[in-house]
């Protein structure tokens, strides 16, 4: 069984850093796309960033320019370094990724939370 463990989160000032963790454990899968999603009280979840194996991202429009998604595929893990951060960036961050086993899934963590201050 894959499982998606995330950490990194916490509390911040507006206009502070932070990086999220994400690691996958299991046996005899790989990973195609990861990503990182979002959800603030009473909304819904959005994306955040995206990346595939071979290291192309993709970013909501509101974090461009302050966030950054990478992995290591070799660890199966992702990572989000988030910079000059809002306190409107304050959720729950939640990790995702495309499985590949006998069966194609997508999995994902438990979430972590991020409270930026004003």
């Known amino acids: 069984q894959v499982q998606l463990v995330e950490s990194g989160g916490g509390l911040v000032q507006a206009g502070g850093s932070l990086r999220l963790s994400c690691a996958a454990s299991?046996?005899?899968?790989?990973?195609?796309?990861m990503g990182w999603y979002r959800q603030a009280p009473e909304k819904q979840r959005e994306l955040v960033a995206t990346i595939t194996s071979g290291g192309s991202a993709n970013y909501a429009d509101f974090v461009k320019g302050r966030f950054t998604i990478s992995r290591d595929n070799a660890k199966n893990q992702v990572y989000l370094q988030m910079n000059s951060l809002q306190p409107e960036d304050t959720a729950v961050y939640y990790c995702r990724a495309d499985i590949v086993k006998k069966l194609n899934y997508g999995l994902w963590g438990q979430g972590t939370q991020v409270t930026v201050s004003s």
């Open positions: 299991g046996s005899n899968f790989r990973i195609n796309n």
